[in-house]
Structures are given as structure tokens and as C-alpha cells.
């Protein structure tokens, strides 16, 4: 049996072309969900001779005409539409789930010998540990403190170093991550352990999810595809919730 090996550079450079490849998809399919509307359009015009005002009916059409074929053909658009959207969605959830496996086998490789990462990536291929907290609240002398121990022993829990396995750790850690609180920067430390700190950013202009608006809430994935963040409306709880599709990688 022939020894493991890897080479660092090149599966970097891959890494870099499958996640240019996964903008590249991610942006085709906004441009195609943002294409011109094929739909029927129709009406009536009013039109004006020697100032008196006569109204006529514009025919109903759509971008294929108004005969029996165009109709036919229309519907067949609008379920290629519909499709089109769904795989371009999947296609790009998939390959942002093979960049971000990537960079987890980098991380595992240059933490551990290579037989012992192979042995760590094959037996935790399939593998999704999720872990969720609700963070300590209090605002007083020591309440930044006693949060950033309780999110540096959450991020304990998860191995600390990349271990082959899919990992999403979320809950209200009840601080920001962009200040200079000793929080933040106990989150933004799950930034150098391959966790996307900022993919629970919900970008649709009212804010975080918390009651007061404060980006307070966190999703952080590592080794996983994940979808742009939605937001949950938060009906009986004073929080909304924060949607993320993840997508596992099968390798």
C-alpha cells in the first residue's frame, strides 16, 4: 500500500477554481431569475382624434404570439424556467460544498500526519454535528467576560481543529461579532478554525434577528455548502429566525 500524500499547492489552486466556479453559478442563476418576464401582457390603449379620447383593446400576448403553439410554448417555458432555477440553486450548493471540503482536507492534512487525516476524512464523510447555544445575557460588570469563556468552550466542543466532519454551530450568543468586545473576538476566532463567521448575515435591510435589531444571532458552518441566509419571521418569539440550507459533501 503506497504511502498518503498531498500537495499543498495544487489542491489550494483547485480550491480556488471551484469556488470561482460556484460565484460564477451562483451569479447565473440571479441573472436568470432576474431576466425579463415572458408573460402574457395585454390590455387596452386610448388613443386621441381631434381631442376626443377613443379607448381599443391591445391584443393579449406574450413573447411567443397569441396563437394555440405559442401558448404551448409558453407553458413549456415557465417549467423549464422552474426547473432551471432549482438546478442551478443545486449545482451551486454543491459546489460550494466541494470547495468548502477542500479547504477542510488542507486544514486536516497540515494538522496531522496524512495517514491518520485520510483515516479522520474517510470515517467522518457523511457525518453532521450541529451544535446550539443561547449565550449568557447579563450586560453588567463581567457579562463580556463570562461570554466570551462560554464561546471559546463551545468552540472546545467541536474539536477545535478540523476533524473530517460537517460542523454547524448556532445560537444567540447575545454579542456582535465586528466590535472590539472580548466576544467578538472570541467569535471571530471561529474564523481560523474554518468557520464562516458571517453566514448567518441576513442581507434584506432590517438588521439582525434579535427584538432590537443587532446582529446578535449566529450560524457558523464548516465543511459544508450553505445558501445566502433567510430570515424566519419570528412570530411568538422575541427573536427571528435565521434559514440556511447546508449542503453535505459525498466525498
Not at 404551448?72 to 443545486?90: F, I, K, L
Not at 466542543?157 to 445560537?171: D, H
Not at 465586528?178 to 481560523?192: K, L, M, P
Request: proline share 2%; charged share 20%.
Amino acid at each position: 500500500m503506497g504511502k498518503t500524500t498531498i500537495e499543498f499547492g495544487e489542491v489550494e489552486t483547485l480550491t480556488k477554481e471551484v469556488h470561482r466556479a460556484a460565484a460564477e453559478v451562483t451569479k447565473g442563476g440571479a441573472a436568470w431569475t432576474g431576466a425579463p418576464s415572458t408573460g402574457w401582457v395585454g390590455g387596452s390603449r386610448v388613443t386621441f382624434h381631434n381631442g376626443v379620447p377613443h379607448a381599443s383593446t391591445v391584443p393579449t400576448v406574450s413573447a411567443f404570439g397569441n396563437t394555440g403553439a405559442a401558448s404551448a410554448c409558453m407553458s413549456a417555458y415557465q417549467q423549464a424556467e422552474s426547473a432551471m432555477r432549482g438546478v442551478m440553486t443545486a449545482f451551486g450548493n454543491t459546489l460550494d460544498s466541494d470547495a468548502e471540503r477542500l479547504e477542510l482536507v488542507v486544514a486536516l492534512f497540515r494538522q496531522v500526519d496524512a495517514e491518520a487525516a485520510d483515516r479522520m476524512l474517510r470515517a467522518n464523510r457523511n457525518r453532521l454535528d450541529v451544535f446550539s447555544a443561547h449565550l449568557d445575557t447579563g450586560h453588567g460588570d463581567g457579562g463580556d467576560a463570562r461570554r466570551a469563556r462560554q464561546i471559546d468552550r463551545l468552540l472546545g466542543l467541536t474539536g477545535n481543529s478540523p476533524a473530517g466532519a460537517g460542523t454547524v454551530v448556532a445560537g444567540d450568543f447575545n454579542s456582535l461579532s465586528t466590535d472590539g468586545s472580548q466576544s467578538a473576538q472570541a467569535i471571530r476566532r471561529y474564523g481560523t478554525q474554518g468557520f464562516d463567521v458571517n453566514q448567518g448575515d441576513i442581507h434584506d435591510g432590517r438588521g439582525g434577528t434579535s427584538a432590537s435589531h443587532r446582529r446578535i444571532d449566529h450560524l457558523m458552518p464548516r465543511g459544508l455548502g450553505a445558501s445566502e441566509a433567510t430570515r424566519w419571521d419570528r412570530g411568538q418569539s422575541d427573536h427571528d429566525g435565521q434559514v440556511v440550507d447546508v449542503t453535505l459533501p459525498g466525498w
